[in-house]
Every structure is written in C-alpha cells, then in structure tokens.
C-alpha cells in the first residue's frame, strides 16, 4: 500500500491535476498551489467508503489523514456491530442509510471474504417497566423496515441464551459483527487500485473560499505537534479542489469552523462522550452466542454484550461526557482514551441486571472511544447532518458531521449518497 507523506504528495500532486492561476490574498499568494479532483478529509471507515466510491465512479481522490495510517480514530474504537436500524426516527438518514448500509455491507463482506458473521441481537427489557419501550423499539424498527423482528417472552430468550436474566426481548437476527480493520484495509486497496492517493501525517488545518472555490490549507502533522497548541499562521500548501468531503469525524465541525467564507451558523455544536469497555476474563466458553443489549440510554445504547470473531466477549460502552477540547488535540486525536480499572465498578451492577452471574473481578481493561455528538446530556438525539451548497452555500463542499453509530454500518451508504447527490 502506497503511503505519502507531505513532501512525497507535494511532488506527485501534479498527477491529480495541474496548476492553473487561480487568484488568491495576499495573504496566501506566496504559498504554493494545485488544482485536485476530489479531497476527502479523514480516512476513518466513512471516508475511506466515500473515496472508494468516488474512485468508481472516475474521479480522481486524493484522501488526506493526520495520522501515520487510517482508521485511527472512532473507527478502530467501536464495538464492531453491525446494526440492523432500530433505534432511530423513521425516515432520518440514521435509519435510511444504517438499513441501506446494513445490506451493502453484508454484501461487500460477503464478495471479498471479510471477516465478518450475522449473530443476531437481543435487545432485552429486564423489568416490567421498560416492556413499553421495547415495544417501541419494535415498531420503530418494522416502521425503518427491518426484517425478521420478534418480540419474545422472558422465558423464550433465557432458553436461547441460557445465562441471560429478562422479562421479554426484542430479537433482531440481522445484527451482526465485523473485522473493522480487514474491511478498511480492502477499500483502500480497492481505492488505491483506482488510483486514490492517500496522503498520511498531513493535516488540513483550514480553509478560505475565494469566488465558487474552496481552497484548502495543509501543514504536515508533526509541525501542529510541535505548535503548542497554536495553529501555524500560514499552511505550507494550498489545495484548490472541485469537490471537498470533510469527513474528519470527531474533528470535522472544528474544521468547518476553519473555513473561511463558511457560515458558522450552520455548523452544529459538537459534543463528545466517551465510552469504555471491558473485556471477560477467566472463562474458556463465552456465556452468549448473541449480542445482549440493554434498554438505550442518554447519549448511548447501554452497556452490552458484544462478541469478536474470536468470541472475545467485551462489554460497554459506558457514557461519559468530556469537554475543553482544543482545535489541534482535536485535528490530531490527541483524545484520552486510556481505560481505568477502576471504572469496572459502575460495569458489574449494570451488566448484572441482564447477566446476574457475572463474578467479581471477571472484568479487565479494554480500550475506549469517542463518539461524535451533536447533541448534550439530556438531549435528544440528533441525526446525521450532511451538508452539502444547499445549505451552506459552498459550492463543492461537503460536511458530514455527527457521523457516530451507525456510522459503521451507515458507511457504504453514506458514500454511496454523496456520490448520488453532489457529484
């Protein structure tokens, strides 16, 4: 796989496109310019899918990461799910696009020998109270068109997974696990065979518009490492594309706001909560053949049971709202994503209403994520927000912002959106 550095894509930029005499400030007429095709921002799973499908449909990407490689960020710290599209409003593209993603997915997985395999979730009510939300859950998802749905008995579930404690449950036999890195892994090999570029350790650190182009600042990521905190007064590169996808995930609003000529009202307030998990030790055979999940709660879907491909059983995520997130730890995953040991105290009474045989000390430090928010503690849930000139009148840009679950399973679908609507 082809890795460029900074200065290895200042000298093969010219193959994507030429220069042309664009004019510019004088506040950037002295730095360095070229024309691109398409930019994609961020080559987590969502942006890789998106630079694979504009390489199909024949345009030339270029994908620039501030990482030494891709799918360092939320994309390598989920719980590896493949959802069905349960949970969300009907009709908003969480649903829309996590069923449509849900079936390409499957497919891709399938077509290419990606680890991947369908276990079925139960979603369980474990008192009498939460039957009604269960209930919801059910229509909610017939209404999103997810098949095979079955309400079950309390007595019906604890006879598939024996280990299991609930009154009812919801059983969602499309869920499924997958290998996040082998399918990262094949669609940038698939993109790169499409003569994608992908531009490691190079950091878009902003933007101006000038006329109905967006011009894109770029500085090479260790020289944001070493700026203590301050951002470089002036980028070391100029890039002038056709078609920008600011696809940078936990720091994709932060970028936007960067973009000179953006209207920052339009760019959601970001918020982050991060999610722990742990994993089961000291038993040779996993306690459930199925993801449990619990009743959602704010900011999450609860702590649950997942499976590997291993039958490594984790559990998590937990939420836990952070703030004071600076621009440059944001732009180069500069996030606190150790684990505490201590933190496994509040995982034993939860995991315990649905696995009451849970025994003390069973549970080690595992890693932890940061979901993309665009809504706080005790609001409700936002949707996707991808914006296209519609609604902040720059033509060629594209922000997805909010892009947490189901952004894995929504990400073929994303891509396959963007192509449809703004290419």
């Not at 998990?277 to 053949?289: A, D, E, G, H, Q």
């Amino acid at each position: 796989m082809l890795k460029y550095t900074f200065r290895r894509l200042r000298n093969s930029i010219r193959i994507i496109g030429p220069s042309k005499n664009f004019s510019s400030t004088t506040q950037y007429e002295r730095i360095p310019k070229e024309t691109v095709d398409c930019v994609v921002i961020g080559a987590g799973v969502v942006g890789i899918a998106v630079a694979r499908e504009l390489a199909l449909k024949g345009r030339q990407v270029l994908v620039i990461d501030s990482a030494s490689t891709f799918g360092t960020g939320t994309s390598s710290r989920n719980s590896e799910v493949i959802h069905a599209g349960i949970y969300y409003p009907p009709n908003s593209l969480k649903a829309v696009l996590c069923v449509r993603g849900r079936e390409l997915l499957y497919r891709y997985c399938s077509e290419h020998e990606i680890p991947h395999k369908q276990i079925g979730k139960l979603i369980v009510a474990t008192g009498y109270s939460e039957i009604s939300k269960l209930n919801d859950l059910m229509n909610r998802g017939n209404q999103n068109g997810v098949g095979g749905l079955r309400m079950m008995e309390g007595y019906e579930a604890m006879r598939m997974e024996p280990e299991l404690q609930c009154v009812k449950a919801l059983l969602s036999p499309s869920s499924g696990i997958v290998d996040t890195h082998s399918l990262m892994l094949s669609l940038v090999g698939e993109a790169e065979n499409l003569r994608a570029t992908f531009s490691y350790n190079t950091t878009v650190i902003g933007g101006h518009r000038e006329g109905n182009h967006i011009y894109l600042h770029i500085s090479e990521s260790k020289d944001l490492d070493n700026c203590n905190g301050e951002f470089p007064l002036h980028p070391e590169l100029i890039l002038i594309p056709k078609l920008v996808v600011n696809s940078a995930g936990l720091s994709a609003p932060a970028l936007a706001k960067r973009f000179n000529g953006l209207n920052s009202g339009v760019i959601p307030v970001a918020y982050y909560a991060r999610g722990c998990y742990f994993t089961l030790s000291n038993t040779k055979i996993p306690p459930f053949r199925h993801l449990i999940y619990p009743i959602p709660e704010d900011g999450g879907l609860g702590v649950h049971v997942t499976l590997d491909l291993n039958s490594q059983v984790k559990f998590g995520p937990d939420v836990e709202w952070i703030a004071g997130i600076d621009d440059v730890s944001s732009f180069l995953n500069k996030f606190d994503y150790s684990v505490s040991a201590n933190r496994a105290e509040r995982f034993y009474p939860e995991i315990r209403k649905y696995y009451p045989h849970l025994k003390d000390e069973s549970l080690e430090s595992g890693y932890a994520g940061i979901r993309p928010k665009l809504c706080g503690p005790g609001q409700s849930p936002i949707d996707f927000a991808i914006q296209g000139e519609d609604i902040h009148g720059v033509p060629g840009l594209v922000n997805l912002f909010g892009i947490e679950s189901p952004g894995l399973t929504s990400s073929m679908a994303i891509a396959e959106y963007i192509a449809t609507r703004f290419l």
